[in-house]
């Protein structure tokens, strides 16, 4: 069954090394595509991005956190445990226990560990940007540490454990995303929610928010609210969500229904919506999958009528 499994997995990706090589090559032999940029940019500007080259700029950190997956983290931390416990009042073992590292001091208290003196020079607050340099290469970040580990090299891979981490007693909110504008969009993305969202996506979509949220009617809460039946609903109503204690800062909001065009801010970054939420998730970059996940969200007990006329819905909730 394995074997059948990693031979289908095999063609599979075979098959689409074939259609990636073909159609690179095709796109060359054709010059199928005249807006084509010289290679290399004569300057670079700083702080402005590369457009099209695609592979040439990784994601910033901030947004590689957005996409990210905490499940993923978890497995990618099993090269950790050699070394580290990360469970609420572990001992510690090679290296200090992880419980609450993201926002804490770094090379503190610990249980009284015993940290280089490398480390300890470092001094600050494990931020998301220093614990990505720091999993990069630790000598690199620290040079003399203990912690003999050569990094992790896949960026995605880092933000993941780094999820992970936060998830493990800081819940940090995550830095907002930098907003990259759907393929063939010119705008930048500042319109209205235009883009038609497809359920089925979006279900996929979901899969991030699964960590946190059920969707199924009764659902349990769990870190997040039970999301059945949200979309037109008002906002942060724990009577309708089994008494879930929200913060403060999305009651603030409570006048005010999920109308498509709330859902799109606030997805796009919880943060911004309702600054000092509890609900520490980026954001989705994409409107594309704002569109699909709000699809869904109406379809499990919604009552929005979708597709971009975010007029209507609010100046309802105004009349209140
Ligand atoms: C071979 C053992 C080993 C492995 C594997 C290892 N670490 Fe470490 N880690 C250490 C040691 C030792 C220290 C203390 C470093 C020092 O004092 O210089 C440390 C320190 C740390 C710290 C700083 C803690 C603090 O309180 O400041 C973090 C964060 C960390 N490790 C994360 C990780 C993560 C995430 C992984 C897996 C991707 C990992 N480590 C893999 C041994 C290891
Ligand atoms: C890390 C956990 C976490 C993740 C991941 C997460 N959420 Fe949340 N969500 C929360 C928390 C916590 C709240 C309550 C926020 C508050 O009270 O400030 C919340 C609140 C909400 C609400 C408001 C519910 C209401 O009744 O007012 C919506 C809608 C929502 N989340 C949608 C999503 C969607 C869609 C995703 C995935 C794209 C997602 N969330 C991902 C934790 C999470």
Redesign the pocket.
């Known amino acids: 069954m394995d074997d059948r499994f990693n031979t289908i997995a095999g063609w599979t990706l075979f098959g689409g090394i074939v259609a990636l090589g073909l159609s690179t090559l095709s796109s060359h032999y054709f010059e199928a595509d005249k807006h084509h940029r010289p290679e290399t940019m004569g300057y670079a500007i700083a702080g402005v991005e590369a457009e099209g080259g695609g592979a040439a700029k990784p994601l910033p950190l901030a947004n590689l956190l957005a996409q990210g997956d905490v499940a993923k983290g978890e497995k990618i931390f099993a090269k950790c445990k050699a070394c580290h416990t990360i469970d609420q009042g572990a001992a510690n073992g090679i290296g200090p226990n992880l419980w609450g590292i993201v926002g804490d001091n770094k090379a503190e208290g610990r249980g009284g560990y015993a940290f280089s003196d490398a480390l300890k020079a470092v001094g600050g607050k494990w931020t998301f940007d220093d614990l990505n340099k720091w999993l990069t290469s630790p000598k690199a970040f620290a040079d003399g540490t203990k912690m003999t580990f050569a990094g992790i090299s896949d960026p995605q891979d880092r933000a993941d454990v780094i999820l992970y981490l936060n998830s493990m007693g800081s819940n940090e909110p995550l830095p907002a995303p930098e907003a990259i504008p759907a393929a063939g969009d010119e705008s930048g993305g500042e319109k209205a929610v235009a883009v038609v969202g497809d359920p089925a996506k979006g279900e996929k979509?979901?899969a991030?928010?699964r960590?946190?949220?059920t969707i199924d009617k009764g659902g349990a809460n769990g870190?997040?609210?039970n999301?059945y039946g949200?979309p037109g609903?008002q906002?942060?109503?724990s009577a309708d969500?089994g008494g879930f204690a929200?913060?403060d800062?999305?009651k603030a909001h409570s006048g005010d229904k999920?109308t498509e065009a709330n859902?799109d801010k606030?997805?796009t970054s919880p943060k911004s919506f309702?600054d000092g939420?509890?609900?520490?998730?980026a954001g989705?970059p994409k409107e594309q999958d704002r569109a699909d996940?709000i699809a869904y969200?109406n379809s499990q007990g919604g009552s929005l009528t979708l597709g971009g006329g975010d007029a209507a819905p609010a100046a309802d909730a105004e009349k209140k």
């Not at 939420?277 to 998730?281: G, L, N, Q, V, Y």
């Open positions: 979509v979901f991030k928010c960590s946190c949220h870190i997040g609210p999301l949200v609903e906002i942060a109503n969500r929200f913060s800062a999305l999920w859902l606030w997805l309702a939420t509890k609900m520490t998730f989705l996940v969200l």
